[in-house]
């Protein structure tokens, strides 16, 4: 089944060309079946990049994937056009005002790793969109910032400044071979690192209801799954083009910031060489296996999302 995406959203082109199945809101309504809905809480200044990379992932399942692209309410992007803003996203407080639950949710990166939490300017309303996964969503991703945010707000687990960005492709175990994320996982994958930051692997160890799947004796826990909170949080970027990593060392090398060549990147780690792609189906498999367990376990009738048991907190079976 393909992903329903807004006909005039730029995603709906690009992943058109690349033969990924989109269908328009007039195909949508004459299927006789429940599409997953799938948040995008998208903090990242390149709005447009990143709903192409998260489009591609979510919309490569046999599943159909409604898409809703959420922003923060008061926080004004500098990076995409006020009209693709508005007419494409909805503010978090709309989104709480009407009551929708969602299957899944993204939360995306931020580039603000360098400021502690409390000093970010929509922290309060963060905390919120938290707390509110706990009653409104089925399963909640959050990826690079946005996962450490969340492991530090259910569980006090910290991010610490690195004395130089860990930058480029680093190979990650399987940990956890049997867990329903890793499915057709190898024992180990190379997934795009690009933050001046980390949190600790004894850390995470220390707090009993996390579990790590994926983990790097170079740049640490990558991947964890908080089953409590029906979350998991991965720290890199397997959502990341082929370019991504290229066009931020370009970037800096063209400021003149401090910047190594990333790792294990380019060919012979020369930048000259075109980078090569060696994560693209691991993602594909992260993403799809996310997707078809939310499908196992989502309640049909969506007002069912979030109604717990009372004994462990978990969503009531179906």
Not at 87 to 114: C, M, N, Q, W
Not at 139 to 164: E, P, Q, R
Not at 269 to 295: E, F
Request: charged residues 25%.
């Amino acid at each position: 089944m393909p992903i329903k995406l807004p006909a005039d959203l730029p995603a709906y082109d690009v992943l058109s060309r690349e033969g990924v199945m989109v269908m328009s809101d007039d195909r949508a309504t004459r299927q006789d079946i429940r599409p997953l809905k799938i948040g995008l809480l998208n903090l990242m200044p390149k709005k447009i990049q990143t709903e192409n990379q998260f489009a591609r992932l979510i919309g490569a399942t046999p599943l159909q994937i409604e898409l809703t692209l959420i922003r923060m309410s008061d926080h004004k992007t500098r990076n995409t056009a006020a009209e693709h803003m508005a007419s494409f996203y909805r503010p978090f407080s709309d989104v709480l005002a009407s009551g929708d639950k969602f299957d899944g949710l993204i939360i995306t990166g931020a580039p603000i790793e360098h400021l502690p939490f409390d000093d970010v300017d929509y922290w309060g309303e963060l905390k919120q969109i938290f707390d509110w996964t706990q009653t409104h969503v089925q399963s909640t991703f959050g990826v690079c910032w946005g996962g450490m945010a969340m492991i530090n707000y259910f569980h006090g687990v910290k991010k610490y400044m690195l004395d130089h960005k860990a930058f480029g492709c680093f190979r990650h175990q399987n940990r956890a071979p049997a867990s329903p994320y890793l499915r057709g996982f190898s024992d180990d994958c190379v997934i795009p690192v690009s933050r001046w930051t980390e949190i600790h692997q004894a850390e995470v160890d220390a707090v009993p209801a996390l579990t790590t799947l994926l983990g790097s004796e170079e740049v640490g826990p990558c991947l964890v799954e908080d089953p409590g909170h029906r979350a998991l949080y991965i720290f890199n970027h397997f959502e990341y083009d082929s370019g991504t990593l290229k066009e931020e060392y370009d970037r800096d090398v063209a400021a003149g910031s401090a910047i190594n060549v990333p790792m294990n990147y380019y060919p012979d780690d020369d930048p000259t060489n075109d980078p090569q792609n060696r994560w693209r189906s691991h993602a594909h498999l992260l993403y799809g296996n996310w997707i078809n367990q939310i499908y196992q376990t989502t309640p049909f009738d969506m007002a069912d999302i979030g109604i717990k048991d009372g004994s462990d907190g978990r969503v009531k079976p179906q």
